[in-house]
């Protein structure tokens, strides 16, 4: 499986961003997608996923209510939607391949995008 995530950059307090990671390969429509994240001095943390068909997803409590995340299914696409963003949100970001929605099993990481909030 091969992950391409985009969508990273640089927002203000309380604006928004959409991440998107795009699976290839052969098996890769049939994993979990979702996302970690990991700011400076600190461990990676799940943010979120959803399962192959798009019809469950699961969000992590520090990120619930401002992040959405979805899915494309004729794409092999997952996005994640930021809003109400805080400079704590600041971090590389990774897509991940994974085989259950609480982001254990990970089988693939994409190569990150930096999202960074200014205050």
């Known amino acids: 499986v091969q992950l391409q995530a985009s969508g990273g950059g640089l927002v203000q307090s309380g604006g928004s961003l959409r991440l998107s990671c795009a699976g290839s390969g052969r098996t890769a429509i049939r994993y979990v997608m979702g996302w970690f994240r990991q700011a400076p001095g600190n461990e990676r943390e799940f943010v979120g996923s959803i399962s192959w068909t798009g019809g469950s997803t699961s969000i992590a409590d520090s990120v619930k209510g401002r992040f959405t995340i979805s899915k494309d299914n004729a794409k092999n696409t997952v996005y994640l939607q930021m809003n109400s963003l805080k400079p704590e949100d600041t971090a590389v970001y990774y897509c991940?391949?994974?085989?259950?929605?609480?982001?254990?099993?990970?089988?693939?990481w994409g190569q990150g995008t930096l999202v960074t909030v200014s205050s």
């Open positions: 991940t391949a994974s085989t259950t929605l609480s982001g254990e099993g990970v089988m693939a």
